[in-house]
């Protein structure tokens, strides 16, 4: 039987929660159900916090194959993870490269996959990385310092029309272009290069703070963050990459965080569960219906109280499972 979003979870163990709190990091456990020997992979490694969970779960002979754009969580990462040496095998790469670099360590299929899409509070309270306005530091916003232009960059380059489509687009700004327009004003007069300019400029556009819930600036950030890494580009076509490399019965979650994401991740799940309705002699499915993976979470599971109270920023995570199906067609070199 499968499990529903209201199974009873048992609490991890008390050493797998490292201080920067892994988000729904037992509700992933359980579902996922991880096994002694497994292989697995953590595609966005981050701080290590669910990594390691999935390490004491798998246990020395299994091994977890952990991927992250950011070198420098990963080298933080790496380093708390030392005593899982030799079954820890960390990358420096996007998750959406995941199918190249498993074929390049013979890894053809996993029993179970984890994609956290959010980004750690080790990134968002670094002043030099500008994910935050909280304080005043360059507005980079890069998950890979390596490459790519920086918020910065982007803010310089596109036109008024460009930025206000971003800001509807990824973040559904009502003050779009009110915002755009300021903000080409201001960079006539000089670059928009901080984090704290850019929040002071879009403050003024939008009106100021009076009756907001949040900062008049957080959409801005979060749609040029978006904008920067490309967060939805191609995040369909891995959620369904990585539901094809699970084993027959081996499992994926995927932890999105605003409502852009999780559609996304919804809608690809969604059409790798419709069912097959060719007529059962046929030798391979014609139908375009994949039927390749059930639900494990019949709806997204969120947080509970005591969870957000302790950690504010899980508030919007939502987490989905799934479970590999058996492939419902023989190969035709194998009928006979």
Do not use: W
């Not at 990824?170 to 903000?183: S, T």
């Not at 490399?245 to 569960?273: C, M, N, W, Y």
Request: glycine fraction near 8%; charged fraction near 30%.
């Amino acid at each position: 039987m499968l499990a529903e979003a209201s199974t009873v979870i048992p609490d991890p163990p008390r050493e797998s929660i490292p201080l920067h709190r892994p988000v729904l990091l037992r509700e992933t456990l359980a579902l996922l159900a991880p096994e002694r020997g497994a292989t697995g992979v953590d595609c966005t490694v981050g701080m290590g916090g669910h990594s390691r969970a999935l390490l004491e779960s798998v246990g020395p002979s299994g091994r977890v194959v952990g991927l992250e754009r950011d070198a420098e969580s990963l080298k933080r990462a790496t380093k708390e993870l030392e005593e899982f040496r030799g079954c820890f095998l960390p990358v420096h790469a996007d998750y959406r490269d995941l199918r190249s670099v498993l074929a390049a360590r013979d890894i053809l299929s996993v029993d179970f996959l984890l994609a956290d899409l959010g980004f750690s509070s080790f990134q968002m309270d670094s002043p030099g990385r500008g994910f935050s306005f909280a304080s005043d530091g360059p507005l980079d916003m890069r998950m890979d310092r390596s490459s790519g232009p920086t918020a910065a960059d982007l803010l310089s380059e596109m036109d008024e029309e460009e930025i206000a489509r971003t800001l509807r687009e990824y973040a559904e700004e009502r003050a779009a272009g009110r915002i755009a327009r300021a903000l080409v004003l201001e960079r006539r007069r000089q670059p928009i290069r901080t984090t704290l300019h850019l929040a002071r400029i879009v403050e003024r556009a939008a009106g100021g703070r009076r009756g907001r819930r949040i900062h008049p600036a957080t959409r801005t950030f979060q749609a040029l963050r978006i904008a920067v890494n490309r967060e939805l580009e191609g995040l369909g076509d891995f959620v369904k990459e990585g539901c094809r490399l699970l084993i027959p019965a081996g499992r994926a979650a995927f932890i999105s965080f605003h409502s852009l994401e999780d559609r996304l991740v919804k809608q690809a799940l969604v059409s790798l569960t419709e069912r097959c309705l060719c007529p059962p002699g046929m030798p391979r499915c014609v139908c375009g219906r994949p039927g390749i993976v059930d639900r494990v979470t019949r709806k997204a599971v969120r947080p509970g109280e005591e969870e957000i109270l302790s950690n504010p920023r899980s508030r919007s995570a939502r987490l989905r499972v799934v479970r590999r199906l058996p492939d419902p067609r023989p190969h035709p070199e194998r009928c006979g």
